[in-house]
């Protein structure tokens, strides 16, 4: 395999001697659950052995994207358990993972969307704290927010697709 692992915001299943996939929305359990709920058949734990075990196998560390919500997945408290995480993934496995900060782009523009993109200045704060720890992200263009076309929104306006079907249903 050539490239980057890319850790998606699912996280692959721990069986796969294979994973690329590594956690992302956040490093706090009771978080990630309620945002997640792939975490209930593949909790943060697992991922990340399957993830330590993929780095150690090609050498490659993986990317950690992270798209923060705001008020939710964007606090101090996040920022500093991802910085663990990155922290124990390297003692683990001898490499520190890629993190890529994603805007969130709004799905509907009334109530039915429980979550907004967060403000730049805590996205910067969000940043920061992980640089604090020696954890260096990068923030991923996210163009099309404006037409509705950008990654997330079109999936979820189609309810005929996987992605679309019950995305918000599934918030507690």
């Not at 124990?88 to 993972?97: N, Q, V």
């Not at 996210?142 to 076309?149: K, L, T, Y």
Request: aromatic share 4%.
């Amino acid at each position: 395999m050539s490239g980057r692992p890319l850790a998606g915001s699912a996280g692959a299943a721990p069986e796969d001697p294979h994973a690329q996939r590594a956690p992302a929305r956040t490093a706090r359990p009771d978080v990630r659950r309620a945002i997640m709920p792939l975490d209930r058949v593949h909790p943060l734990s697992s991922v990340l052995d399957a993830a330590v075990e993929h780095a150690r196998h090609t050498g490659l560390a993986p990317m950690w994207a992270v798209t923060l919500l705001h008020g939710v997945n964007d606090t101090a408290e996040d920022a500093l358990a991802l910085a663990a995480a990155a922290r124990d993934f390297r003692d683990r496995s001898g490499k520190w993972p890629m993190v890529s900060v994603i805007p969130y782009n709004r799905i509907a523009e009334d109530a039915s969307d429980p979550f907004r993109r967060t403000p730049d200045d805590v996205e910067d704060r969000f940043r920061a704290v992980l640089a604090e720890h020696s954890v260096f992200t990068r923030r991923r263009y996210s163009g099309g927010h404006d037409v509705g076309a950008a990654c997330g929104q079109l999936a979820a306006r189609n309810a005929s697709t996987p992605q679309g079907r019950g995305l918000l249903q599934t918030l507690p």
